[in-house]
């Protein structure tokens, strides 16, 4: 397995990251079985950094990646690195009303992510969204408390604007920031990027596959089921679904020629803008795992960069990532 390291201060990490959510929440049901034996498979692989955040099904992601680590051969076990995302405020129907990030709140959403993870620390620990009732110095404060206490192994932060992650970084060191990058969504190689890169931040890149928009898998007639993000998902609503599709079947061109896969290529696409990023694949199958692991393999070229940014160029992408009020969240888009 390559690796790669996350910033200057952050850890060495395998070249891929595996996102866990799907696995619990957003995307329909889940087989929890095919669940285990694809992070199993995964970490057989050789990949270390398992994501997942304690809103993920209200714990239930948590307590599946403990499972998937104990019934794990205990030399794959110990090189895992767990990334943790807190703070989102669920309601018992599933719903979202916010975020908390609060000192107090942060150690005690910790607290809990360490029982249900049955560690005694976690690697990277990172607030969801940013809480706009309190500053991120004070937030960033708290999780390095939890550091110094050894609760913690490194501070990261997720979908933030160039001068929030300034701010965060003065307060202490941060190993990377968690953001959607994909050949959809590259809103943060204007400020966002350059601005990581200035601070020796790494980025971990959630969203490669455009939630299976550009994975070559997903089809106009698909159904989703009523617990799908996607099916309130701007990006996969009527013409917008159209137009984006039709940028898949252009690079489906690409990855023909190739003798890729879509996914493939999409993969390969964002490993190719710097060893300072990982992508995360969101696979909740060992099919898909395996399609994904194939991207480390794929050399994209001068011609083939090219080809690919006549084929999706920036901004292509119909419609937001998120529906309005989601994107109200997002401090990076503001």
């Given at each position: 397995?390559q690796?790669?390291t996350?910033?200057?201060?952050?850890?060495?990490?395998?070249?891929?990251?595996?996102g866990?959510m799907g696995m619990s929440?957003?995307?329909?049901?889940?087989?929890?079985s095919?669940?285990?034996?694809?992070?199993?498979a995964a970490?057989?692989?050789?990949?270390?950094l398992?994501?997942?955040g304690?809103?993920?099904?209200?714990g239930?992601?948590e307590?599946l990646?403990?499972?998937?680590?104990r019934?794990?051969?205990?030399?794959a076990?110990?090189?895992?690195?767990i990334s943790?995302?807190?703070g989102a405020?669920?309601?018992?129907?599933?719903?979202?009303t916010?975020y908390?990030g609060?000192?107090n709140?942060?150690?005690?959403?910790?607290?809990?992510?360490l029982?249900r993870l049955?560690?005694?620390?976690?690697?990277?620990?990172?607030?969801?969204?940013v809480?706009?009732?309190?500053?991120?110095e004070?937030?960033v404060g708290?999780i390095?408390e939890?550091?110094?206490?050894g609760?913690?192994?490194?501070?990261?932060?997720?979908?933030?604007g160039?001068?929030?992650?300034?701010?965060?970084?003065a307060?202490?060191?941060?190993?990377?920031?968690q953001?959607?990058?994909?050949l959809?969504?590259?809103?943060i190689e204007?400020?966002?990027l350059?601005t990581a890169?200035?601070?020796?931040?790494?980025?971990?890149?959630?969203g490669?596959?455009?939630?299976g928009?550009?994975?070559?898998?997903?089809?106009?007639?698909?159904?989703?089921?009523?617990n799908?993000?996607?099916?309130?998902?701007?990006?996969?609503?009527?013409?917008?679904l159209?137009?984006?599709?039709?940028?898949v079947?252009a690079?489906?061109?690409?990855?023909?020629q190739?003798?890729?896969?879509v996914?493939?290529t999409a993969i390969?696409?964002v490993?190719?803008?710097?060893?300072?990023?990982?992508p995360l694949?969101?696979?909740?199958?060992?099919?898909?795992?395996?399609?994904?692991?194939?991207?480390l393999?794929?050399?994209?070229?001068?011609?083939?960069l090219?080809a690919?940014?006549?084929?999706?160029?920036?901004g292509?992408?119909?419609?937001?990532?998120?529906?309005?009020?989601q994107?109200?969240h997002?401090d990076?888009?503001?």
């Open positions: 397995m690796t790669r996350l910033g200057t201060t952050g850890p060495q990490t395998s070249a891929l990251g595996l866990c929440a957003l995307y329909g049901d889940s087989d929890r095919e669940s285990l034996a694809t992070v199993h970490l057989d692989a050789g990949i270390t398992l994501d997942t304690d809103f993920y099904g209200m239930h992601n307590l990646i403990n499972e998937a680590l019934t794990a051969p205990a030399a076990r110990e090189k895992a690195q943790v995302k807190f405020l669920r309601t018992v129907e599933g719903g979202f916010g908390d609060r000192p709140a942060v150690k005690n959403f910790a607290a809990y992510s029982q049955g560690t005694d620390h976690i690697d990277i620990y990172r607030i969801a969204r809480d706009p009732d309190v500053p991120i004070e937030t708290a390095a939890l550091v110094e206490a609760h913690v192994r490194h501070i990261g932060l997720s979908e933030v160039a001068q929030t992650l300034r701010r965060a970084a307060v202490a060191p941060i190993s990377d920031l953001i959607e990058y994909s959809l969504s590259r809103g204007e400020a966002i350059p890169r200035e601070l020796g931040i790494g980025v971990t890149a959630y490669v596959l455009s939630r928009l550009i994975s070559g898998h997903f089809t106009r007639d698909r159904k989703l089921a009523a799908d993000f996607r099916g309130m998902s701007p990006r996969f609503q009527g013409e917008n159209d137009r984006n599709l039709g940028l079947d690079l489906r061109k690409i990855a023909d190739k003798g890729v896969s996914a493939q390969a696409w490993l190719s803008r710097g060893t300072d990023i990982v694949v969101g696979a909740r199958r060992r099919d898909r795992l395996t399609e994904a692991l194939g991207a393999d794929i050399t994209l070229d001068a011609d083939d090219s690919i940014e006549h084929a999706i160029p920036p292509a992408a119909a419609g937001d990532r998120y529906p309005a009020e994107m109200a997002l990076s888009e503001h």
